[in-house]
């Protein structure tokens, strides 16, 4: 599959986040292709509490960031559930990872997981199957679809990627995510 761009070459993080597994992807993107770079989940499943859970997730992102020094991350935005403690524990996550995405200068970006699901696959209620076999056509490679929460990340980074992010955006309230929020209210941050 041909992907389009006008940009430079860049990288891109994606990022699912989870208090389970938390999954990663980078790409490279240099105009019409997309390379994978590297891709992963995080298994939390074996510490016992939130804390170690917390900092084993700020080493490993923060590992990736200076390994790879991505030019933009995207992370699936928070979404209801029906249990609140699992959406706030993952809350705790995303805000983790933006805020070591601003301590390095990197901007980033929120997608809903239908937005992410609707522009990899065409289907804003796609299976997490269905992610990873289009995240495979768009990259050329073979994945380990095992790794659902890596598919996801690689789908996040994809689905930033074809949105254009609209980061570089000079007018008011056209840019998306936390980044674009500081940048356009910069009297708010102290």
């Not at 891109?12 to 389970?20: A, H, N, V, W």
């Not at 891709?39 to 859970?53: D, E, F, I, P, S």
């Not at 000079?170 to 936390?178: A, F, L, N, Q, R």
Request: with cysteine; proline share 3%; aromatic share 8%.
């Amino acid at each position: 599959m041909q992907i389009t761009s006008s940009g430079a070459e860049k990288i891109i993080l994606g990022i699912d986040p989870g208090t389970r597994f938390l999954g990663y992807g980078l790409l490279k993107v240099d105009k019409a292709k997309v390379t994978v770079l590297q891709y992963g989940v995080l298994n939390l499943t074996k510490y016992t509490t939130q804390g170690a859970k917390f900092l084993k997730i700020h080493e490993r992102v923060l590992g990736i960031i200076e390994e790879f020094l991505p030019d933009e991350i995207a992370i699936e935005s928070p979404f209801f559930g029906k249990n609140i403690q699992s959406m706030l524990k993952l809350g705790r996550v995303q805000g983790m990872v933006m805020s070591l995405a601003f301590s390095k200068g990197i901007p980033i970006v929120e997608y809903e997981p239908k937005k992410i699901k609707q522009s990899v696959t065409g289907n804003g209620n796609a299976s997490k199957e269905q992610v990873a076999k289009m995240v495979e056509v768009i990259t050329g490679i073979k994945l380990d679809t095992k790794l659902f929460d890596a598919t996801d990340a690689l789908g996040i980074a994809i689905c930033h990627h074809f949105h254009q992010n609209n980061i570089s955006s000079s007018v008011k309230g056209t840019k998306k995510g936390w980044g674009a929020f500081v940048s356009e209210n910069p009297e708010r941050i102290k």
